[in-house]
């Protein structure tokens, strides 16, 4: 017993020896980052966030930097900081010692401010060391002077990966020390905010969730076979309050008046059409007998807002309506003649290789004689995609009825369709541009086969609201 103690002993006096020589770190270990202002005032509250910001406007915010060690101690550290914002973009940062979005750190500190945009939700300021020195190129930065200048065998940017970019004045990497400021506080985007009141989305690309926590709420207005649609109830009167979340199948569980409580998603603009990709989404759902399918009824788009790109933008996704329109007269699947349709001949696949080449002066020639003619529906696109055109006098558009399956489009040539109800779905390519896509049999009404007699209420309308003892209620 007494010698195994003695060897103990030792390798506990060996075990603080090698302690002792072991160096402390030290150093610049993290930044503390501090909002003094937003906008010249307080720092908004989490109470009273400011709106989100689309990209359309400037923030300013008010920022303190000071430098710590890693034991949360201040440090003298000298050199140059590069800011960021998550969420959104830093275009500028002015203070002492301020470069495009950079800023020196002299003695430990540093303080300006950083105009930002595209914020929202909980954002903030990121600091972190680069090894970053901005320099003017006619001074010859180290980094653009074809010189190895660290001795690291690498010469300049970007073959280097101390630097930086190619005005960087130090080959060096830098500490990597990074800090963050505490969240100030912003909306979540409305999916108004995500459209962007116009054509394409101030925030591609980005992972997204969606403000639902609105007066009024967002409820599910069609469930289609890769995805769903949704409106926004709270801003009906502004428009742009739609969207289409591309879920790759039917999303299991829902079904038309749902409320969307939760939505986050993938912004993406799919040739022109604004639709959130891989969406995760909670929902809760009326009952019949206690509830209120709150589906708006549609807009009904009359000839000056089809001819109207940005009237139509507006109603993107949303749920609408045509009157009147007659299915086209020259749609048929033999091939086109001489460039001049009819009733059985508006194929412009002249080679019947499958598909329209618009390389081809032919098929191109043909393709735009159809085009150009309200009474035509060329055939391939037709049996590719289901949308086929109808028209009433010089105001064309594309409908897609495949959800009414008891009509069949090319037994209804020329006949005149009373009402199409349906969601507005863009598509950059061609001439027409936008497709009313009924949802079920209940949008397409006329007075021939296949059809519903009678326009029907967007509260019964391709509505099957859950009972109390619906089978499905315990997997929603």
């Not at 503390?32 to 720092?43: P, S």
Request: with cysteine.
């Amino acid at each position: 017993m007494k010698r195994t103690a003695t060897l103990g002993l030792a390798s506990l006096l060996a075990l603080a020896a090698c302690t002792d020589q072991v160096p402390l770190p030290g150093g610049a270990s993290t930044f503390r980052v501090v909002i003094t202002q937003v906008n010249g005032a307080d720092a908004p509250s989490e109470d009273a966030p400011l709106p989100a910001n689309r990209g359309d406007r400037e923030d300013t915010w008010a920022f303190e930097i000071e430098t710590r060690s890693p034991y949360g101690e201040p440090v003298d550290f000298d050199g140059t900081v590069r800011l960021s914002v998550e969420p959104g973009t830093v275009l500028g940062v002015t203070g002492e010692g301020a470069a495009g979005r950079n800023i020196k750190v002299v003695g430990g500190k540093a303080k300006g401010i950083a105009t930002v945009s595209a914020v929202y939700g909980p954002a903030r300021l990121w600091v972190e060391d680069l090894g970053y020195s901005p320099v003017p190129l006619s001074e010859k930065p180290a980094c653009s002077n074809g010189k190895d200048d660290d001795g690291d065998v690498l010469i300049d940017f970007p073959a280097d990966p101390g630097c930086a970019f190619a005005d960087d004045d130090n080959e060096d990497v830098g500490t990597f020390a990074a800090g963050i400021s505490p969240p100030v506080h912003y909306e979540l985007p409305r999916i108004s905010d995500i459209q962007g009141l116009g054509a394409t989305t101030p925030f591609p690309y980005e992972a997204i969730e969606i403000n639902t926590h609105r007066p009024k709420p967002l409820v599910v207005t069609r469930i289609a076979s890769d995805g769903f649609y949704v409106t926004d109830l709270s801003e009906q009167a502004t428009g742009y309050n739609h969207i289409f979340a591309f879920n790759f199948s039917t999303p299991p569980g829902m079904r038309v008046c749902d409320r969307v409580t939760f939505l986050t998603g993938t912004v993406v603009e799919f040739f022109g059409f604004t639709e959130l990709s891989f969406p995760s989404y909670v929902v809760s759902y009326p009952l019949e007998g206690e509830d209120t399918c709150e589906v708006p009824e549609p807009a009904v788009l009359e000839d000056a807002t089809i001819g109207n790109s940005d009237a139509m933008e507006k109603l993107e996704s949303g749920l609408v309506r045509i009157e009147g329109f007659r299915v086209a007269t020259k749609f048929g699947p033999k091939p086109v003649v001489d460039n001049i349709p009819d009733a059985d001949h508006s194929n412009c696949d002249l080679n019947g290789d499958g598909q329209v080449d618009f390389e081809s002066q032919a098929e191109g020639a043909c393709s735009d004689a159809c085009a150009a003619d309200p009474e035509c529906t060329e055939w391939t696109s037709y049996s590719a995609r289901g949308n086929y055109k109808v028209f009433k006098g010089n105001t064309q558009i594309q409908i897609q009825t495949g959800t009414a399956a008891g009509f069949d489009p090319t037994g209804h040539k020329g006949e005149v369709l009373d009402a199409v109800t349906g969601t507005l779905r863009n598509f950059s390519g061609g001439s027409l541009n936008w497709t009313v896509e009924t949802r079920c049999s209940d949008d397409l009404v006329c007075q021939t086969q296949g059809c519903v007699k009678a326009t029907v209420p967007s509260t019964k309308a391709c509505v099957r609201l859950r009972t109390i003892d619906d089978n499905d209620q315990g997997s929603n």
